[in-house]
C-alpha cells in the first residue's frame, strides 16, 4: 500500500473498537477498487469531538458502531431520511463543496439494507413471512428494513415489553416466545447475542421448531457456525451466516462513499481470512459488529 498525500481517509468510530472485523474488510476493498485509500478503526468514547476532528482532518467516509449510533446523529448537518426514521445512523460522509472550505457530514443508516441483502439471496422479501428474535438496536434495523421490503414480521423477545413496543413502532406483530410452537414462516432471524463466544452453546429457539422455517439467519459471527445454524442444517433449513449482513452493509457504505461497485467476493474471503487469523491466534474477543 502507498500511502501519500491523495490518500483518501477512512475509518469506524466506536467505543470499543479494537475487535471490529471493519478494517480487514473495507481495506480489502479499497485495494480491489484500485482506490488510494485507508480504513483505520478508532476508538472514542466522546461522538461530538471526533466527529469534529474527523471533519478537520479531511475524512471522507466512516462507519460509525456501538455505542455512537443515535447519539452522534446531532453532530451531523444533514441526515438521510430512512436513516432518521430508524433514530441511528452507521454511515458518514463526508463532503467538500467545490471551492469551498465548509464540509458538509451527512449520515446514513445501512444496517436495514445490509440484512435485506443477506436475506434476499434466499427468499422473495415482498409477501414473505419472517420471525425475528430480539428487540434490540439490531433488531430495530432488521425488522425495519424487512417491513418495508414488504415482509410479514413476528417479533418475539424475552423482555415481552420491549417486543411489544418495537412491534407497535413497526405496526407488526409480537408473539411471546412460549407461543413460539404455533409460528411457520419462512425465515427466521436471530439479532439477539445468543450463542456468540464464550456461550456458544446456547440458543435463542427451541431447536424442535426449527423445521417450521426454510431459512435461518443469524446476526452473530463469532463462532461463524453457530449452534443456532448447525442445528438449523440439521433441521433441513437453508441458513445465512453473521458475516453476511455485515457484509452487505459495509457494501453499501463503500458504494455511498466511492460511488462505485464493491468487491462482494474479495471482501466476504477478507472477513473469512481475519477470522481465522485471530482464531488460530486464541484471543478473538466476540462483538456483534454492525
Ligand atoms: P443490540 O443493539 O446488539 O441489538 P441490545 O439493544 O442490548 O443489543 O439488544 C439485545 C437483544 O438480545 C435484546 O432483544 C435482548 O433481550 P431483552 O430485551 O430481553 O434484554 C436479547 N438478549 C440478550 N441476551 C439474551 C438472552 N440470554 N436470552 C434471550 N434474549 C437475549
Same mark, same amino acid.
Given at each position: 500500500?502507498?500511502?501519500?498525500?491523495?490518500?483518501?481517509?477512512?475509518?469506524?468510530?466506536?467505543?470499543?473498537?479494537?475487535?471490529?472485523?471493519? !478494517? *480487514?474488510?473495507?481495506? +480489502?476493498? &479499497?485495494?480491489?477498487? #484500485?482506490?488510494? =485509500?485507508?480504513? @483505520?478503526?478508532?476508538?472514542?468514547?466522546? !461522538? *461530538?469531538?471526533?466527529? +469534529?476532528? &474527523?471533519?478537520?482532518? #479531511?475524512?471522507? =467516509?466512516?462507519? @460509525?458502531?456501538?455505542?455512537?449510533?443515535?447519539?452522534?446523529?446531532?453532530?451531523?448537518?444533514?441526515?438521510?431520511?430512512?436513516?432518521?426514521?430508524?433514530?441511528?445512523?452507521?454511515?458518514?460522509?463526508?463532503?467538500?463543496?467545490?471551492?469551498?472550505?465548509?464540509?458538509?457530514?451527512?449520515?446514513?443508516?445501512?444496517?436495514?439494507?445490509?440484512?435485506?441483502?443477506?436475506?434476499?439471496?434466499?427468499?422473495?422479501?415482498?409477501?414473505?413471512?419472517?420471525?425475528?428474535?430480539?428487540?434490540?438496536?439490531?433488531?430495530?434495523?432488521?425488522?425495519?428494513?424487512?417491513?418495508?421490503?414488504?415482509?410479514?414480521?413476528?417479533?418475539?423477545?424475552?423482555?415481552?415489553?420491549?417486543?411489544?413496543?418495537?412491534?407497535?413502532?413497526?405496526?407488526?406483530?409480537?408473539?411471546?416466545?412460549?407461543?413460539?410452537?404455533?409460528?411457520?414462516?419462512?425465515?427466521?432471524?436471530?439479532?439477539?447475542?445468543?450463542?456468540?463466544?464464550?456461550?456458544?452453546?446456547?440458543?435463542?429457539?427451541?431447536?424442535?421448531?426449527?423445521?417450521?422455517?426454510?431459512?435461518?439467519?443469524?446476526?452473530?459471527?463469532?463462532?461463524?457456525?453457530?449452534?443456532?445454524?448447525?442445528?438449523?442444517?440439521?433441521?433441513?433449513?437453508?441458513?445465512?451466516?453473521?458475516?453476511?449482513?455485515?457484509?452487505?452493509?459495509?457494501?453499501?457504505?463503500?458504494?455511498?462513499?466511492?460511488?462505485?461497485?464493491?468487491?462482494?467476493?474479495?471482501?466476504?474471503?477478507?472477513?473469512?481470512?481475519?477470522?481465522?487469523?485471530?482464531?488460530?491466534?486464541?484471543?478473538?474477543?466476540?462483538?456483534?459488529?454492525?
Amino acid at each position: 500500500m502507498n500511502i501519500n498525500g491523495k490518500t483518501q481517509l477512512f475509518g469506524i468510530i466506536g467505543h470499543p473498537v479494537t475487535h471490529s472485523l471493519s !478494517p *480487514a474488510m473495507h481495506n +480489502a476493498a &479499497l485495494m480491489a477498487m #484500485g482506490i488510494n =485509500g485507508v480504513y @483505520v478503526p478508532m476508538d472514542t468514547t466522546d !461522538p *461530538a469531538t471526533g466527529v +469534529a476532528g &474527523l471533519r478537520t482532518l #479531511g475524512f471522507v =467516509g466512516i462507519s @460509525v458502531t456501538v455505542p455512537h449510533k443515535v447519539a452522534v446523529m446531532e453532530h451531523l448537518d444533514e441526515i438521510d431520511p430512512v436513516a432518521r426514521k430508524i433514530g441511528a445512523v452507521n454511515t458518514l460522509l463526508f463532503r467538500r463543496k467545490p471551492g469551498e472550505e465548509e464540509v458538509v457530514v451527512r449520515g446514513f443508516n445501512t444496517d436495514w439494507l445490509g440484512s435485506n441483502l443477506a436475506l434476499a439471496d434466499r427468499i422473495q422479501l415482498a409477501g414473505s413471512r419472517v420471525l425475528v428474535l430480539g428487540a434490540g438496536g439490531a433488531a430495530k434495523g432488521v425488522c425495519f428494513g424487512l417491513v418495508e421490503a414488504g415482509a410479514e414480521v413476528i417479533i418475539t423477545n424475552r423482555t415481552e415489553e420491549k417486543g411489544r413496543g418495537l412491534a407497535a413502532w413497526l405496526g407488526c406483530d409480537f408473539i411471546p416466545s412460549d407461543q413460539l410452537g404455533k409460528v411457520r414462516a419462512d425465515a427466521l432471524v436471530n439479532t439477539t447475542s445468543v450463542g456468540m463466544e464464550p456461550n456458544s452453546a446456547d440458543i435463542a429457539v427451541n431447536p424442535n421448531l426449527l423445521d417450521h422455517f426454510s431459512v435461518v439467519m443469524d446476526i452473530v459471527y463469532a463462532p461463524l457456525q453457530t449452534r443456532l445454524l448447525q442445528e438449523a442444517e440439521r433441521a433441513g433449513c437453508q441458513t445465512i451466516d453473521g458475516l453476511s449482513m455485515l457484509l452487505n452493509q459495509a457494501a453499501v457504505q463503500l458504494k455511498i462513499w466511492t460511488g462505485k461497485r464493491p468487491p462482494l467476493d474479495i471482501m466476504r474471503r477478507a472477513l473469512e481470512d481475519e477470522l481465522a487469523r485471530r482464531k488460530s491466534g486464541g484471543n478473538i474477543s466476540a462483538p456483534k459488529d454492525i
